[in-house]
């Protein structure tokens, strides 16, 4: 999750939520929830308590009832929902909109900008850039260059690196700004813009590229249908959209993991293509990335308008 605010201007306060922590670090549930109501006494408006009182609910049967009310009193402090409270109301099965807010999945990456790359490749074993970068490749040729590229969720620039000698010039969108900073340091974009993809989208003009592409980006959004119409929107006629999600058993629909991803179905993945007017041109199970010593399955995509 998001580091939370460094002070809640209350140092015993202060003193209080590290320990709350801390318990709830080393599995002590109760007393974390003890120590966060104890904070939320000296300081009711700190956000990052609620937020940790309603984590430590969720983690003790008997006051797991009683997690969501916390998660709604940090989300009213935070309507932006950069704490990520929204994601664990969805895991309680309190909400079926949206989990994941833009504001926390750009506290989460502005947070992890530094490690991003080792921990996504050495870690994770994350593959999708060169999936993306094989899947064009057989079906375009290994010579196929792409004059005007998007990358949506560019994050460092791993994307970028993979698509060398088959893309000109490359436009990386990411919510996060220190992510853009560092993939401002690779040299390799002509332009960079900080936003919300599905608004970017909205903003670039009609038939403006041959490729869009987007790595493990999905996983952060419930409703892929706007972005997938979005793309066909600024794609030239013969352009490609090529992307990876993750995958779960069932055909359709959406399912939040346990691992906080989005997973779509297959059908769903189709179903909005078609209703974007792109047809597919590759659509292949796939390994995306390890998690826990395990293949995450996933899918490799590529429509074509």
Not at 6 to 18: E, K
Not at 192 to 216: C, F, H, I, N
């Amino acid at each position: 999750m998001p580091a939370p605010d460094r002070s809640s201007g209350d140092l015993l306060a202060d003193r209080r939520y590290a320990w709350a922590e801390a318990a709830f670090a080393g599995g002590d549930a109760e007393a974390a929830a003890d120590l966060a109501g104890q904070v939320l006494e000296r300081v009711p408006g700190y956000g990052p308590a609620w937020l940790l009182l309603g984590r430590a609910r969720a983690a003790v049967p008997t006051l797991r009832r009683e997690a969501a009310q916390a998660f709604r009193a940090a989300l009213a402090l935070d309507p932006e929902d950069s704490l990520g409270a929204r994601l664990h109301l969805a895991e309680l099965g309190e909400t079926e909109e949206e989990a994941i807010s833009p504001a926390y999945v750009r506290a989460l990456f502005d947070g992890y900008a530094g490690r991003f790359e080792r921990h996504l490749v050495e870690g994770l074993g994350y593959c999708g850039p060169a999936l993306i970068r094989s899947a064009l490749e057989r079906l375009r040729g290994p010579d196929v260059v792409f004059s005007r590229v998007l990358d949506l969720g560019c994050g460092t620039g791993l994307m970028a690196r993979a698509l060398q000698g088959i893309a000109g010039s490359l436009t990386g969108i990411d919510l996060s700004p220190r992510m853009l900073a560092e993939a401002r340091r690779t040299g390799l974009y002509a332009r960079l813009d900080e936003g919300d993809l599905r608004d970017v989208l909205q903003s670039e003009p009609p038939a403006s590229a041959d490729l869009a592409v987007a790595a493990d980006v999905f996983i952060y959004l419930r409703m892929i249908g706007p972005v997938v119409a979005g793309v066909a929107r600024v794609l030239v006629p013969g352009g490609l959209f090529a992307f990876t999600v993750q995958a779960h058993p069932g055909e359709r629909g959406v399912v939040l993991g346990a691992d906080g991803r989005y997973a779509h179905g297959v059908a769903t993945l189709r179903e909005a293509a078609e209703a974007a007017g792109l047809a597919v041109a590759l659509l292949e199970p796939a390994e995306i990335r390890r998690q826990n010593g395990s293949g995450v399955p996933g899918w490799l995509v590529v429509l074509a308008r």
